[in-house]
Each structure stands twice: as structure tokens, then as C-alpha cells.
């Protein structure tokens, strides 16, 4: 369009002008003014064609970028948070003031790029943009010598420091064998629920989860998935948003059905909410699945790629370009996608009315990754099934850090309810 463009300017500029030029042939002059005024005119469209051409190349080259982002799992995490001070003998330290840094609650902090990893508590301080936290536990790495980290709502490492027994197994999937955690219950059950960690998580993320189900009877399996690092990846090596991933799930499903389970629940995070919905409503063996529930969910990804697009300040057509690249099959060359993502067949805002089974959603408002909005509208488009436990000040995925107590109380209820409508259908 751009050299078209180029062109009728070019052509216009020739045809108004060819008439008085013939009729002044002779005249040096006027012939010397048409003719600047003509190569003026072509030099300009050229320029403002190049300007163009430039802008295009550019715009492009953010949004494939931006959509290879999307779809590559990251080898680096961010550190967001600058460490201004560590006092061991006080067990404290002072953080530059961020809205993660000022959430209340117990935390994990990653520095060293991952190689360092400690536990902060409660809030003792706050200064002029600075906030000073307790030290916890440093598990490994030298936080003294940290200049930066981030916060993680995964707060525990490993199951042993639950104090519960528990086995490390694999399910076999069919890209082959995936490590996974398997705590089982108090006492024999036949009631499972299955962990699904988030985008650029692991398993651990889910072991806040582990004693309330523990406790209401649920042995847990917490499982990793296609191209989370841990479990084998896909020819592609991208992620496919819960698209793909779902077939992991229903593989844990089938290892479930396979050790004595007869009820299941998926539980999902983030990304694992839109990667359990998929189970749940594709899966052959979706029939055992009795409940879902969801922290901090995409329920639609349209909304959420836009919503985190919008934070970036990235222009509407580089928004809508990365929705195009990852979702259409001429993309996948430039973003490496085996198969295109059906980001339709995730929105379940519009396919509310496909879901079958009682669902827990557990989101906060001021997420800042994953907008509330979605959970709320499925919520509100599926009053029957669906029950919504909000929050407003505790970000993504950090809803047990901020308020261990409330969240417990909303997953111990909503499994009593389910267990009780169960005996009555019984």
C-alpha cells in the first residue's frame, strides 16, 4: 500500500502539471520552476513513503516480538525490585517501594537471577519510597549481596515442608514422562484434585493448596506440564496458552483414575485456570471431573494479551497484530507455533454456557497481570454454577500470601458444599 501510495502521488503530481508544461515549452524558466516544483513534489513522497515504510517495518518487528513473548516460555525472569539495604543481625530489609513489595503477608523472594532464594514476612517499616520487611529464611544464595529481586506468591520449595508424607511419580503423557508430586490424603478416598501451576511457574506454585484439600479428604497430585522446564516439551517448544497443555491434564486425570480416584477437582493458576477449563470441557474423560477451581484465572485471553498490551503502551494495531500472529497459521513462521492458538475456544466468557460443573474462582482486582473482569463476567454469566470470592488488594497469584486464612476458608467451604450436594445426590 505504502508503494502505491507512492506512485498515484507521483502520477498526480506529473498529470496536473503536463498541461501548462507543454504550453510553455520554450520558456526555460517556467520550465526550470515545473520542473523543481515536480522533483520536489517526487522527493517528498519518497521521503514520506520511506517514513512509512520504516514505521511499518518497525511496528512489525514490536509485534512479532511481542508475540514470540507470549508464546516462548522466558529463560530470565524480570527483578523488579530494587534491594536497598539487607541488616542480617535485624533479620530485615528495605526494598524500593513497589506494589508487590507492599503487600502484606509472607512472600518468596528470588535474586540472583534465580539462583538465590529467600522467605520475607511482615512489613516493619515503610520510608519515603522504601519499605523495609522481615527476613524470614534465606534458603539458599547471599542475600546481603542481592541488588535486586522479585516476589513470588509459591511460597513453599518442596512438600517435605508441609510435614506430609508424600512420592514423587510420573505421568505419562504423550510426549512422554512428566514429573509430578503425589500427597495423598489422611486416610483412604477416592477424591483427588489435580494442581495445574501457571505461565513460567512450576509445581511448587500449587502447594499452598495442598492442606486445605488434605484436610477436607482430597489426596493431591500437583503435576508439570509440556514446556514448563520440567516436563518434556513440545516439538515446537512454545506454549500454547492452555490450547495444548490441557492434554497433560487429562494424562494426570487418567493417573488419577488409574491409583483409585473416582471424583476429581482441577485447580489452576493463571494460565493453568484456562489450561483446566479446556480439560474440563474436551477431555474424554471430563465425565470424572466433578469441580473446578481458580486463582487468578485467564478466562478470556483476548482481554488479558489486550489488558497487558494497554500496560505496555503499545499502539491498537500492534495489540491486535499480536493476536493476529499467534492465532492465525500465517504467524507461525514468524513466532515459531507448531499450530496456530484458538484464542476463541479460550474465552469462556462466550462459552459460559458449555461448562457443566460447580467452579470456585478466587481473583483479585488489582491483579495487574490478569484482570478481574473475566472471572467476574463468568461469574455473572453463570450464577448457578460458579461461585466468585474477590479480592482487592492482593495481585496475582498471591491471594493465600496476602490472606492465608480467608482464602483456606473459601476453598473449606466451597468443598463442604460440593461434598454435601454429592450425599444428596447420593
Do not use: C
Amino acid at each position: 500500500m505504502i508503494l502505491r501510495r507512492i506512485g498515484a502521488s507521483r502520477h498526480r503530481s506529473v498529470g496536473v502539471r503536463a498541461p501548462a508544461f507543454d504550453s510553455l515549452i520554450g520558456d526555460d524558466r517556467t520550465e526550470n520552476t515545473v520542473g523543481r516544483r515536480s522533483r520536489a513534489l517526487f522527493g517528498g513522497a519518497v521521503a514520506l513513503g520511506g517514513v512509512l515504510t520504516a514505521g511499518a517495518l518497525f511496528a512489525g518487528a514490536v509485534t512479532t516480538t511481542v508475540a514470540r513473548t507470549v508464546v516462548m516460555p522466558p529463560r530470565k525472569r524480570s527483578q523488579d525490585i530494587r534491594v536497598v539495604s539487607v541488616d542480617e543481625a535485624e533479620a530485615t530489609i528495605v526494598l524500593r517501594a513497589t506494589p508487590d513489595a507492599l503487600l502484606p503477608g509472607d512472600y518468596s523472594f528470588w535474586f540472583e537471577q534465580g539462583a538465590g532464594h529467600a522467605r520475607l514476612g511482615q512489613i516493619v517499616d515503610r520510608g519515603v519510597g522504601t519499605v523495609t520487611r522481615r527476613i524470614l529464611a534465606v534458603d539458599f544464595g547471599n542475600l546481603a549481596t542481592a541488588r535486586a529481586g522479585r516476589f513470588s506468591g509459591w511460597y513453599y520449595l518442596s512438600p517435605k515442608e508441609l510435614g506430609v508424607p508424600f512420592e514423587s511419580v510420573k505421568v505419562r503423557t504423550s510426549l512422554g514422562s512428566a514429573p509430578a508430586w503425589l500427597v495423598p490424603a489422611e486416610g483412604p478416598t477416592t477424591r483427588w484434585v489435580i494442581q495445574v501451576h501457571g505461565r513460567a511457574t512450576l509445581r511448587q506454585e500449587g502447594l499452598r493448596a495442598v492442606p486445605v484439600f488434605r484436610e477436607a479428604g482430597y489426596t493431591s497430585l500437583l503435576i508439570s506440564y509440556r514446556n514448563d522446564g520440567e516436563a518434556p516439551p513440545s516439538p515446537d517448544r512454545r506454549y500454547a496458552l492452555g490450547d495444548t497443555e490441557w492434554l497433560d491434564v487429562e494424562a494426570a486425570i487418567l493417573f488419577a483414575l488409574d491409583n483409585g480416584a473416582v471424583d476429581v477437582v482441577l485447580m489452576g493458576w493463571s494460565m493453568g485456570g484456562a489450561t483446566v477449563l479446556q480439560a474440563a470441557t474436551r477431555s474424554r474423560v471430563r465425565d470424572v471431573v466433578t469441580g473446578v477451581v481458580l486463582d487468578s484465572p485467564v478466562v478470556n485471553w483476548v482481554d488479558t494479551l489486550l489488558y497487558q498490551g494497554e500496560a505496555m503502551s503499545l499502539p491498537a494495531p500492534v495489540k491486535r497484530g499480536v493476536l493476529a500472529l499467534i492465532g492465525s497459521r500465517w504467524g507461525r513462521p514468524l513466532t515459531g507455533q507448531e499450530r496456530p492458538i484458538d484464542l476463541a475456544r479460550l474465552d469462556f466468557v462466550s462459552r459460559a454456557a458449555e461448562l457443566e460443573v460447580p467452579i470456585l474462582v478466587l481473583h483479585s482486582d488489582d491483579d495487574g497481570f490478569v484482570p478481574s473482569n473475566g472471572s467476574r463476567e463468568l461469574a455473572a454469566a453463570r450464577p448457578d454454577i460458579v461461585t466468585f470470592t474477590g479480592f482487592e488488594t492482593a495481585r496475582h497469584t498471591k491471594l493465600w500470601n496476602f490472606d492465608r486464612d480467608r482464602w483456606n476458608a473459601a476453598i473449606r467451604d466451597w468443598l463442604q458444599d460440593q461434598t454435601e450436594a454429592s450425599d444428596q445426590r447420593a
